[in-house]
T-cell receptor, first 113, second 112 residues
Framework: GAGVSQSPRYKVAKRGQDVALRCDPI?????LFWYQQALGQGPEFLTY????????KSGLPSDRFFAERPEGSVSTLKIQRTQQEDSAVYLC???????????FGSGTRLTVV | DAKTTQPPSMDCAEGRAANLPCNHS???????VYWYRQIHSQGPQYIIH???NNETNEMASLIITEDRKSSTLILPHATLRDTAVYYC?????????????FGKGTHLIIQP
């Protein structure tokens, strides 16, 4: 597609529920990133894939967060047993080459109630 | 990645040039300067990047000082649609960890 697509656009989850957030990167983009953005703050890095390999997951806040990209294209960020502090916008970005700027999706706004 | 310092907010009149400063006094030789912006309710948008030479594209110009300790993003003819948070980021190329480190950025408000 023309851009990075994320779904759903909005998600409301009850505390304790599991959620799955999807990212469709630009076709052919090797690098894929997930970021978390709390209200009023800049995005914070969560994890990075190069093709299907997860090369950096140092930003994942707890073991309740898990990301995968099994075929090197679509990626899913899963959050288990959601907590209120998980409420944020989750952004996905992709890039073709290492030095390129990233293309971000519009994000998924997760609200945990 | 090196830390950057930006003013929290700036105003600019529509049609005038918007000059957004960024200090990155601890930048190292292999770190690039990147600029992104984020319009309300959207994901960040890449604007421009550079190493040590000035750069220009269809969106903006990037001026990097000779000592590389600061830079200025210039939007030559600001419009209302340029109202956004602008992030200055320094990033190592080939350093392994590839995540961008966003600060709080500068909230640029274009006044009609």
């Amino acid at each position: 597609g023309a851009g990075v697509s994320q779904s759903p656009r909005y998600k409301v989850a009850k505390r304790g529920q599991d959620v799955a957030l999807r990212c469709d990167p630009i076709s052919g983009h090797v690098s894929l990133f997930w970021y978390q953005q709390a209200l009023g703050q800049g995005p914070e890095f969560l994890t990075y894939f190069q093709n299907e390999a997860q090369l950096d997951k140092s930003g994942l806040p707890s073991d309740r967060f898990f990301a995968e990209r099994p075929e090197g294209s679509v990626s899913t960020l899963k959050i288990q047993r959601t907590q209120q502090e998980d409420s944020a916008v989750y952004l996905c970005a992709s890039s073709l080459a290492y030095r390129d700027g990233y293309t971000f999706g519009s994000g998924t706004r997760l609200t945990v109630v | 990645d090196a830390k950057t310092t930006q003013p929290p907010s700036m105003d600019c009149a529509e049609g005038r040039a918007a000059n957004l400063p960024c200090n990155h006094s601890t930048i190292s030789g292999n770190e690039y300067v990147y600029w992104y912006r984020q319009i309300h309710s959207q994901g960040p948008q890449y604007i421009i990047h550079g190493l040590k030479n000035n750069e220009t594209n269809e969106m903006a110009s990037l001026i990097i000082t000779e000592d590389r300790k600061s830079s200025t993003l210039i939007l030559p003819h600001a419009t209302l649609r340029d109202t956004a948070v602008y992030y200055c980021i320094v990033r190592v190329i080939g350093g392994g960890a590839d995540g961008l480190t966003f600060g709080k950025g500068t909230h640029l408000i274009i006044q009609p």
